[in-house]
């Protein structure tokens, strides 16, 4: 079980893991061992998900969706396959948590009286020092 939060994990069996050999510095590791991990995991078709966490997490991660709505997740950065998978499972957890919590609405406010009142003077000082840099006219 892939643990997210308190009241929300994801079962195991909804990822497969597919293995590669990772790129980068390594020696004759690199040549031998398939240490980098791909992670494919189908959101959409999560049951583990409620419906407005769905919602949300197919919206951030549209992009990085494939033709069949799998996500893929990988990981080659250290030389270790278990921790490899290890990262893969926490980009994903950390993913989920982020749209676990619905984003904050924003509320029109009005700017202050005393607000607007510096915006002019700002503007009547700045255009001031601009008629101050302008050379002699031409009468």
Not at 92 to 97: D, E, F, G, N, Y
């Amino acid at each position: 079980m892939l643990r997210i939060s308190e009241r929300l994990s994801i079962p195991m069996d909804e990822f497969t893991f597919e293995f590669a050999r990772s790129g980068g510095p390594g020696g004759q590791n690199v040549n031998k061992v398939n240490s980098k991990a791909l992670l494919r995991w189908a959101p959409g078709r999560s049951p583990s998900l409620s419906e407005p966490v769905r919602a949300r997490l197919l919206a951030k991660l549209r992009s990085k969706l494939t033709t069949e709505g799998e996500w893929l997740v990988t990981s080659q950065k250290t030389r270790d396959q278990s921790r490899n998978i290890d990262d893969c499972l926490e980009k994903v957890r950390l993913a989920v948590l982020a749209a676990l919590t619905p984003p904050t609405l924003r509320r029109a406010t009005k700017p202050t009286k005393a607000s607007q009142t510096r915006r002019v003077d700002d503007k009547v000082r700045r255009s001031e020092t601009k008629k101050l840099r302008r050379g002699p006219s031409s009468e």
